[in-house]
């Protein structure tokens, strides 16, 4: 099977990224980027984010979760800790977070290390889950070999008699991470390929610096 891609183009000339016009915060940046996408395509969802972790193989590996939460103090997302992403950011929380909002033809890439978020925090954050989505935590053994779908819809039609007037609690294996952000850049599409980049690195005194760097 061969596809040649090599002619797939498009222009980028939506919009420009001028160092001078940055703010010296990145998270500034971002939530007025996040606040626009989500303004004028409040139709996708614009909270999905690429998170790439190093596996316990070696391998990097992404996938798409979605953003729950951000702060100053960092990017908040939900999983199973037992997953694969989970025993990955265990065993090394230095994690890259990407988002691609491709209407406006913005990238953010953002690396930083990953840490449990209290079990308070996770527990009013599940409380406010639709009940499908707390069985689906109860149902699924994230990222376990199974033999078959009906396996989960039979676990679920279980679970569903047996909390049908009971409240669902959070299960210990199931919780939130906080990335906290060491470095973040921002990338605005332009034409031919002359893309600007801006990149904040946190330094040692905990200020933030930032350059443009080539495309």
Sequence with gaps: ?????????????????????????????????????????????????TLTTIGTDGFPKGRVVLLKKFT?????????????????????????LSFFWQNT????????????????????????????????????????????????????ETLERTYENVPVKRPTYWGGYIVVPVEIEFWQGRPNRLHDRIRYKLEKDFKWSKNRLSP
């Design 1 to 49: 099977m061969e596809n040649d891609l090599s002619a797939y183009r498009r222009s980028y000339d939506k919009g420009e990224l001028l160092l001078k016009a940055t703010p010296e915060n990145p998270l500034e940046l971002f939530q007025k980027w996040f606040y626009e996408v989500d303004k004028h395509f409040p139709e996708f969802e614009n909270n999905a984010m």
């Design 105 to 156: 033809e913005r990238q953010i890439i953002i690396k930083g290390k990953a840490a449990k978020v209290s079990d308070n925090l996770s527990d009013t954050y599940f409380k406010s889950r639709p009940k499908g989505s707390q069985l689906g935590a109860l149902v699924s053994q994230q990222s376990e070999i199974i033999s078959n779908r009906a396996y989960l819809e039979q676990k679920l």
């Design 72 to 96: 100053d103090e960092g990017f908040v997302f939900y999983t199973n800790y037992t997953s694969e992403k989970g025993l990955a950011i265990a065993n090394n929380p230095n994690v890259c």
